[in-house]
């Protein structure tokens, strides 16, 4: 039995979006590392375990997912139709029926649309794509002067957990100074270290580039084990999806 997440935002009725949790696949691992709806084939999961919970997944699809080789790049693409993966971190469409998909472990995903169904999208926002403007190509590539557009954010390492370094600080900062808002700092033995919300994050460069309607956001995948796979927490560890779809 599942346990997948729909998304709660007024997005039309024709978008439909999930995201997956760990549970209701067959993987293991050593330890149950990978327990149980990995779907990361990058992992040292076995390859029929990844496989057969895909095929669990795709049983809820329209058609398989486009699964991304994701590089914590900036450059979206547009998918036109199924069983192509390229290195990107986060795929549009307006096709129906075409999946679009990221994975994740601790990054945050973005779901997107347009208020009239047109098109959709969803992003992998690492720190090192949030920071390089993926969600802001994203939104401009989408953008459409007759239908605004609305985001919601998945589960993703909450601010309590989410610890970086100050080059990473700075980095946001320099963008923009209202960054510093979404920082707290962390004394570390000698050296300054700084938690981090990457959900205030995200929705402070939605709303730099018109994008005011921002749902979800604030759910923790390090601090719910049982639920989520989270690489900051356990290393080793398996990939949840974010798939979003048009009907």
């Given at each position: 039995m599942n346990d997948w997440i729909v998304p709660d935002w007024p997005a039309p009725s024709n978008v439909k979006s999930l995201f997956t949790t760990r549970n209701g696949g067959v993987s293991r691992g050593i330890n149950g590392v990978y327990a149980s709806m990995n779907l990361g084939g990058h992992v040292n999961d076995d390859p029929a375990n990844v496989e057969r919970n895909r095929a669990l997944l795709r049983d809820h699809l329209p058609q398989a997912p486009n699964w991304l080789c994701q590089v914590h790049g900036t450059q979206p693409v547009w998918l036109e139709?199924?069983?192509?993966?390229?290195?990107?971190?986060?795929?549009?469409?307006?096709?129906?029926?075409?999946?679009?998909?990221?994975?994740?472990?601790?990054?945050?995903?973005?779901?997107?649309?347009?208020?009239?169904?047109?098109?959709?999208?969803?992003?992998?926002?690492?720190?090192?794509?949030?920071?390089?403007?993926?969600?802001?190509?994203?939104?401009?590539?989408?953008?459409?002067?007759?239908?605004?557009?609305?985001?919601?954010?998945?589960?993703?390492?909450?601010?309590?957990?989410?610890e970086v370094g100050e080059d990473v600080f700075q980095t946001f900062v320099d963008h923009d100074q209202q960054a510093t808002q979404a920082f707290v700092p962390k004394v570390s033995g000698d050296?300054?270290?700084?938690?981090?919300?990457?959900?205030?994050?995200?929705?402070?460069?939605?709303?730099?580039?018109?994008?005011?309607?921002?749902?979800?956001?604030?759910?923790?995948?390090?601090?719910?084990?049982?639920?989520?796979?989270?690489?900051?927490?356990?290393?080793?560890?398996?990939?949840?999806?974010?798939l979003i779809w048009l009907d």
């Open positions: 139709n199924a069983a192509i993966s390229p290195k990107s971190d986060a795929a549009l469409t307006r096709q129906p029926g075409v999946v679009c998909a990221v994975m994740v472990a601790d990054c945050l995903p973005v779901f997107l649309c347009d208020q009239a169904g047109t098109t959709v999208g969803v992003v992998h926002a690492g720190w090192r794509g949030l920071v390089g403007g993926v969600i802001e190509r994203s939104v401009l590539q989408m953008r459409n002067s007759n239908s605004e557009l609305m985001a919601w954010m998945g589960p993703a390492i909450g601010p309590k957990y989410f050296e300054k270290k700084w938690l981090a919300d990457i959900f205030l994050l995200a929705r402070q460069r939605l709303s730099a580039i018109g994008v005011t309607m921002v749902y979800g956001g604030g759910v923790c995948t390090y601090s719910d084990p049982k639920r989520f796979y989270s690489y900051r927490r356990d290393g080793e560890t398996g990939r949840m999806g974010a």
